[in-house]
């Protein structure tokens, strides 16, 4: 009976071991199957992803290596032009004429965007031209691998060499050199007579490049045939550092070996530190090879994007699955709100990506050229005024929509696009279309062309984006910009813009203007504006350039030569003002700034300068005057004393009034003979002297203005005692010329009292007019007594003139009419 209770819960145990394993096979396999489909899935979706990879990475190849072609074209025929340009010249010529060869070869140089300079070298490997450097230094440029190989037997026609670092400048460059021909010197033996050369920055190479990736994370360089990069993005071109080569045991070196114009290859030496997928493609005849890369980590992480709806789904249905099998209701309740949900999901998606298509306003199109139909997107119909619903139209449609202004120059770039003549497989261009509404809008276009195997187009595939808003911006910027600029020229301020070395000054008209060019140039050499610096500001010049480097700023105040035409005299000075921008959008550093008119600001300086020491010394002489007249006057008594100090202190301060009034620069001779006998003119006391003044206008200088009013004084103080002035019905007559660059005065006394003893006395007075014409002024005096009254001449000496009245004989100021050479006080 033990035994059979045993047997019975063995058999039980089996039962239901049997039972648990027979259940589990349903869970096993809603496990087992579903992951093994999306293994297999996934390792079925892994060749298309690298296919698509590799199909990028040679369409991104072959787009560098045409890029490539055409820019080393261009630096070929440059390089072919530079050597045009020496042909038949010997060594010595070429150094003769080193300045204005080095201007040609510049200009050659400047046309082309990524070159930096260009050399021309003798047969021994010493520079003759470096167009940036003048004179050529004495170094010998013999170990460059490009002299190298053109000096030896069985040299190429174009030699593109190494990077390397400039021995003069410090730049990262290579270059692409040839030997010169048809040179004016002794031929040689070899037949090789120097080299020329046109020297390329990798950073501009590399920019170019960076242009074409197709994701921000690829890479792309140029390489020559030996494995030396000359350029490269992702960073590696730094300064100072030539670019590496690449490392030996490199697929590279096999496809290169063979020949292969284009391959595809994994490569742990792109991209350091990790695995890449490697296109190469040739660049046209050159050995070169355009290479582009991208990690395989990004492509396995493009590929497990592609896996990520596939286990979204497939794990929560495995799940379901699993759990189907233990709670089948359960679990089909929670399938049916997981189906729900997907779907919900899946709405929300479609919803989304129809959003984002209306949203940012693009609609696809396709356009078979074997057909004549173009296929349109309801957002395409969208943008084009109709109702958001697919639609099939003939290539007449569009041009219909077309605006009339635009319409002949889109059809003929859609033309030319597809012509088999141009070969394009790309296509873009913007113009305006009329919607049936009447509404203009502005349309960017983008395709790409199908070919066949003959280069015939036969699809165009593309998009449509409305860019209505983007073109309303540029236009309120560009009438920003203008309202700037006429802000500018209203207050007479110039800009400019220098990016330095070799580059052109962008200049505004009033800047231009203020240089002294031609408005209309629109760009100037900087060493053009330079030279019309005054020398004296040369040096200061030179050292604010110098000052900016370091602190990325500049200001200067010099003198120009001021332009043919423009209002004043002298020289034109100007302020400057610029800070340093570096963009690398704009494409590097420049400096910005601007120029204005400053001279009437200068000159008012220098005026108060001068005033200030003009008023100083003319204080210092008064005072000086002042006691010289006390220690020298006599007379009878203290009221006496008085009396003649106040008439010649007065005499001394108004002529220094005059002066004050025209700023010391001189006073009319005229005014100065008024001011001394205005106390005689006819007034409201019925005083009845006649005074007559005739002479030409002219200007006495300020040395002789004092000593000639203090003169003049005497004298009449004389007349009032003793001569004509002291009688009523008296006469004086004060007439001045200018005979040989002297100023002849004459003073003349007539009925006054009769004269009987024409004996000259000396009294002070007598001695002071002796001592102001002979001693301070120059001059020189001569008295004779008539019987009715003095005649005095006095001659003053050029130098007592103002400059204008000294050189001319004499000048009629501004203001002064030939009705002033004569009248009567």
């Not at 025929?77 to 045009?84: L, M, P, Q, T, Y």
């Not at 000159?603 to 100083?616: C, K, N, W």
Request: aromatic share 6%; glycine share 8%; hydrophobic share 40%.
């Amino acid at each position: 009976m033990m035994k059979d209770a045993l047997l019975s819960a063995a058999a039980r145990q089996g039962t239901a071991s049997r039972l648990w394993q027979r259940d589990m096979v349903l869970p096993l396999a809603a496990f087992v199957v579903p992951l093994s489909i999306m293994a297999t899935v996934a390792w079925m979706n892994w060749g298309p992803v690298w296919a698509s990879a590799e199909a990028d990475m040679r369409r991104a190849a072959r787009s560098a290596a045409e890029y490539s072609e055409r820019t080393f074209e261009g630096y070929m025929v440059a390089v072919g032009r530079a050597n045009e340009r020496l042909r038949g010249l010997t060594d010595q010529e070429i150094r003769d004429r080193e300045w204005e060869l080095r201007q040609d070869l510049g200009r050659i140089t400047g046309e082309l965007s990524q070159s930096q300079l260009s050399y021309v070298i003798d047969r021994n490997g010493y520079p003759l031209i470096v167009t940036n450097i003048f004179p050529a230094p004495d170094a010998s440029l013999f170990d460059r691998d490009y002299f190298q190989v053109l000096s030896g037997p069985d040299a190429p026609d174009m030699f593109i060499s190494q990077t390397f670092v400039g021995r003069f400048d410090g730049n990262l460059l290579f270059s692409l050199a040839r030997r010169r021909s048809d040179t004016g010197n002794p031929p040689t033996e070899d037949g090789f007579d120097g080299v020329v050369l046109i020297s390329v920055s990798p950073g501009g190479l590399a920019d170019g490049l960076e242009r074409l990736l197709p994701t921000p994370t690829d890479r792309m360089a140029l390489m020559r045939a030996d494995g030396y990069l000359i350029g490269a993005t992702g960073g590696l071109v730094k300064d100072g550092e030539p670019l590496p080569k690449l490392q030996d045991g490199s697929p590279f070196y096999d496809h290169v070996q063979r020949g292969d114009p284009t391959a595809v290859h994994l490569s742990t030496t792109a991209i350091p530190g990790t695995e890449a997928l490697v296109a190469m493609h040739a660049v046209g005849e050159l050995p070169l090879y355009a290479i582009s890369a991208r990690p395989k980590a990004q492509i396995v992480a493009a590929w497990r994007a592609t896996l990520m709806p596939l286990f979204g789904f497939g794990l929560p249905a495995t799940l379901a699955l699993v759990l189907l099998s233990l709670r089948v209701v359960f679990d089909q309740r929670r399938l049916r709100q997981r189906n729900v949900t997907l779907q919900r999901d899946n709405a929300l998606n479609s919803d989304r990506l129809v959003r984002a298509k209306r949203f940012g306003m693009m609609g696809a199109f396709e356009f078979d050229l074997r057909t004549g139909v173009s296929r349109r997107s309801p957002e395409y119909m969208s943008i084009h005024g109709h109702d958001p619903v697919p639609a099939e139209e003939a290539h007449e449609d569009w041009a219909k929509r077309v605006h009339p202004d635009d319409r002949e120059q889109a059809e003929n770039e859609v033309l030319r696009a597809l012509s088999d003549a141009s070969g394009d497989t790309s296509y873009g261009q913007t113009y305006r279309i009329v919607t049936k509404d009447g509404e203009t809008r502005w349309i960017a276009a983008w395709g790409e062309i199908d070919r066949d195997a003959q280069g015939r187009a036969v699809m165009l595939r593309g998009i449509h984006v409305d860019v209505t808003p983007l073109r309303s911006t540029e236009r309120a910027l560009a009438e920003s910009d203008a309202r700037l600029r006429l802000a500018q020229e209203a207050m007479g301020i110039g800009a400019w813009e220098w990016r330095g070395h070799s580059q052109p000054m962008h200049c505004s008209r009033k800047a231009l203007e203020l240089f002294g060019f031609d408005p209309a140039s629109g760009a100037v050499r900087m060493r053009d504006v330079l030279a019309r610096l005054h020398r004296d500001d040369r040096k200061s010049m030179a050292q604010a350039l110098r000052q900016m480097r370091a602190s990325g700023s500049f200001q200067a105040e010099v003198r120009l030569q001021r332009p043919a035409g423009m209002e004043g005299d002298g020289p034109l000075w100007v302020a400057l003002r610029a800070r340093t921008v570096t963009s690398r959008r704009l494409g590097g550093s420049r400096l910005m700034g601007v120029v204005y008119d400053i001279s009437d600001r200068k000159r008012s300086e220098e005026l108060v300068v001068l005033m200030a020491h003009e008023v100083e010394h003319r204080a210092k002489n008064a005072l000086t005057v002042v006691v010289s007249l006390l220690r020298s006057a006599k007379a009878d008594s203290a009221e006496d004393l008085a009396q003649v100090m106040t008439g010649r202190v007065r005499a001394l301060s108004q002529t220094m009034a005059l002066l004050g009034k025209q700023q010391w620069t001189g006073a009319a001779l005229r005014d100065i003979v008024e001011s001394e006998l205005r106390p005689f003119t006819l007034d409201d006391s019925g005083s009845d002297f006649d005074i007559t003044l005739s002479g030409p206008p002219l200007r006495i200088g300020v040395n002789a203005a004092q000593p000639l009013s203090m003169a003049l004084h005497e004298l009449a103080t004389n007349a009032a005692k003793y001569g004509s002035l002291s009688v009523a019905k008296g006469r004086l007559t004060v007439s001045w010329t200018v005979v040989d660059a002297e100023v002849h005065i004459r003073w003349r006394e007539q009925g006054g009292p009769l004269v009987t003893d024409p004996a000259e006395t000396k009294g002070f007075g007598s001695r002071l007019i002796g001592i102001v014409f002979e001693g301070q002024i120059g001059g020189r005096i001569q008295k004779r007594w008539d019987p009715e009254g003095l005649i005095c001449d006095m001659v003053l000496p050029a130098s007592a003139l103002t400059a204008a009245d000294a050189a001319s004989g004499h000048v009629f100021p501004t203001g002064c009419h030939q009705a002033d050479r004569a009248g009567s006080a």
